[in-house]
């Protein structure tokens, strides 16, 4: 059975995901909506590795770079002005999608092996991933006409 490998990818990638956002946050912190915003969608990451917990206590979790592969050197900071902040919400977004893949493909595991427990956590974590991207998406838009059109 490969599901560890695939828990341990979800639990590392939303550690990253977490991290990022705060990251971004911070850099960014001239736009108060994506100062705190940043932050609470921080904190949920850290909540959906917390509840995977008991899951990877029962299946383990197995080594696997992809998370750490996403992770380049573009995100280990954050760029400046209206062009930084679009281009690191691409890059938010970016990580989020392989998120809520990856939560797909370990639902899909969890159907599988009638796991049902798993399978409650993923929809939880799942839903609140989507509205992640949901968010990023619509602040993207928003800030790509000001760092586009206007910001030279």
Known sequence: MLLPVYLGMLERSESALA???RQVAE???D???????????????????????????RYGEQP???????HTDALDSTREG???LLRDLQ?????????????TAVKQAAMGVRD???VSI???CEGETKTQLAWLSTRLKQAAPQALIVAS
Do not use: N
Not at 64 to 70: A, I
Not at 93 to 103: P, Q
């Open 122 to 124: 993923v929809e939880g």
């Open 91 to 103: 890059d938010l977004y970016l990580l989020a999608s392989f998120v809520d893949i990856t939560w």
């Open 27 to 29: 850099g960014h912190g």
């Open 31 to 57: 736009e108060p909506d994506v100062f705190h915003l940043c932050h609470t969608l921080a904190q949920q990451c850290e909540r959906h590795r917390r509840s995977l917990q008991p899951v990877i206590d």
């Open 82 to 84: 209206p062009l930084g």
């Open 64 to 70: 696997d770079d992809e998370p750490e592969r996403l």
């Open 116 to 118: 049902e427990e798993l």
């Open 19 to 21: 991290q990022f956002f």
